[in-house]
């Protein structure tokens, strides 16, 4: 994959304003798109967008496939005579309510599921019945959340065998059963993609090309292990053997224990590598570049067995390598793909990276502190990069350097050229400044946002994921102002007002 020379901004969805207690894809997204383009800027980055199962990260879902309900915008649902007018619950605290979004949300989308199968409008009837005829994955995720509704959203390996160790005897047996509720799960997969392709052709046509996610782990609670159990390294019944994480790093002194299954990749390797085919088909269909979460997992991953307490004592174990990538792009041909090529990375990575062209990453934040080698440092940056200030798991640059001693200040100050009141900006321009062809700036760094809006502390299982964009902040940012800035490195869009 070639990078044009440009710039993009990275803000998850939920995170937009509007009257919703979440961000959703319907008129304040449409206007971020808007703004990206006065702002000269050629992409807009998100996070996962499937549904969290775990603390609303959208790292932990229970579909790897499927979209989160909460961003479906409710006033679309209204225009189209699926809901009656919508009033919102009153949210004053600025941020995400999760919590409150989905108690409404839940029951609202029921209600236009039913009012659109009752209605029964040809047209829109076909559109809905060509997405189930064509969406491989759909109807297993479906019997999934019916059947977690039905068993009171217990986990499904707590549910009775004959539901959790499901046989396709079973699986007929409660297709029928849950009828009613796969229908109404069924319509809110619709609902989301086709908001979300109308969003995506918005952008497209305004010069923005949007840049998604895909997590390297699913969810043990997900649709994804439940159907495929022998597609991980799971026990007779059900249970991780081993699960992911990684070694002690930046983040913590005794590593992140993830908890996710691991890949049975013999079994994989078996199949053609059928699943994760399926999952590059789905998400390269829906965005026009896609990060791949923790690459390094490709080559060795991080194995922790299941009882320990923290990821401290694990082992690296070989992944598939280019004999998954092969076989992927022999039938889908070559990836547009952003390798996270982050942590502990091995020659071994890099040559996998390499032998593809994918595009790996380089954090500024991380480039201070171990002297003029750090690969991070603008001057030691390629062509074929994406360089961040930071990302979603990072501090607000605001909220970084404010977090540093003076000596460390004054390492930072020195290199950027920058004085105390004005580092945000410096990093800023050393990374439109970096020779890597693209540059991406989380929104809460573009707007100088201190360390309270950060959106996520890796380790931390609350309080995450819950940032939300003041409208009046973007109301006086100056647009034009920036795209000025950005054209000074050659980085502005050619379609910027």
């Not at 959208?58 to 006033?75: Q, V």
């Not at 607000?396 to 020195?414: E, F, M, P």
Request: net charge negative; charged share 20%; with cysteine.
């Amino acid at each position: 994959m070639k990078l044009q020379r440009g710039y993009g901004i990275l803000l998850h969805p939920t995170s937009l304003p509007g009257d919703e207690p979440v961000g959703t894809l319907g008129e304040h997204a449409f206007n971020f798109v808007d703004q990206l383009e006065s702002m000269g800027a050629s992409w807009w980055q998100v996070l996962p967008l499937n549904p969290p199962s775990c603390c609303n990260s959208p790292y932990s879902s229970y579909s790897a496939f499927a979209g989160n309900h909460a961003l479906i915008d409710l006033e679309t649902l209204v225009s189209e005579g699926d809901l009656p007018i919508q009033t919102y619950p009153v949210n004053a605290s600025g941020r995400v309510d999760f919590d409150v979004c989905y108690s409404y949300k839940n029951r609202a989308l029921e209600i236009a599921a039913r009012a659109f199968f009752a209605t029964g409008h040809t047209k829109r009837m076909e559109s809905f019945w060509h997405f189930c005829d064509t969406t491989p994955w759909l109807h297993d995720y479906a019997l999934f959340i019916a059947l977690q509704k039905k068993y009171k959203n217990r986990p499904w390996w707590s549910w009775p065998k004959q539901a959790s160790l499901i046989t396709p005897a079973a699986y007929e047996k409660f297709s029928v059963e849950c009828g009613t509720e796969i229908g109404v799960q069924k319509y809110i997969q619709w609902q989301f993609y086709r908001q979300w392709e109308r969003l995506k052709e918005y952008a497209n046509a305004h010069g923005i090309g949007l840049i998604g996610d895909i997590p390297i782990f699913v969810a043990r609670n997900s649709a994804d292990v439940w159907c495929n159990r022998s597609l991980f390294l799971l026990d007779k019944n059900g249970t991780p053997t081993e699960v992911a994480g990684v070694p002690p790093d930046y983040f913590s002194k005794t590593g992140q224990l993830w908890g996710n299954p691991l890949y049975n990749w013999e079994v994989l390797e078996q199949r053609g590598y059928d699943w994760w085919r399926e999952r590059f088909r789905s998400v390269c269909r829906y965005f026009d570049i896609v990060r791949l979460d923790h690459f390094r997992g490709f080559e060795a991953a991080w194995h922790v067995p299941a009882t320990h307490k923290t990821a401290a004592k694990g082992k690296w174990v070989k992944g598939p390598g280019a004999r998954l990538f092969d076989s992927i792009q022999a039938e889908l041909g070559a990836l547009p793909l952003i390798a996270e090529d982050l942590g502990v990375i091995t020659p071994e990575v890099e040559a996998l990276r390499d032998r593809y062209g994918f595009p790996g990453m380089k954090i500024l934040q991380f480039a201070f502190g171990s002297g003029g080698g750090n690969p991070y440092l603008p001057h030691n940056h390629c062509k074929q990069s994406v360089v961040y200030t930071g990302t979603h798991d990072n501090n607000t640059t605001r909220g970084w350097y404010d977090g540093l001693n003076n000596s460390q200040k004054q390492d930072v100050n020195d290199y950027l050229g920058t004085i105390n009141d004005n580092p945000v900006l410096g990093m800023l321009r050393a990374a439109c400044m970096s020779i890597a062809d693209m540059a991406i700036f989380p929104l809460q760094d573009v707007l100088g946002l201190a360390a309270e809006h950060r959106m996520n502390i890796p380790g931390e299982a609350c309080g995450n994921w819950e940032w939300r964009v003041d409208p009046e902040m973007l109301s006086w940012f100056d647009a034009a102002g920036f795209r000025t800035f950005a054209a000074r490195y050659g980085r502005c869009s050619e379609n910027a007002k």
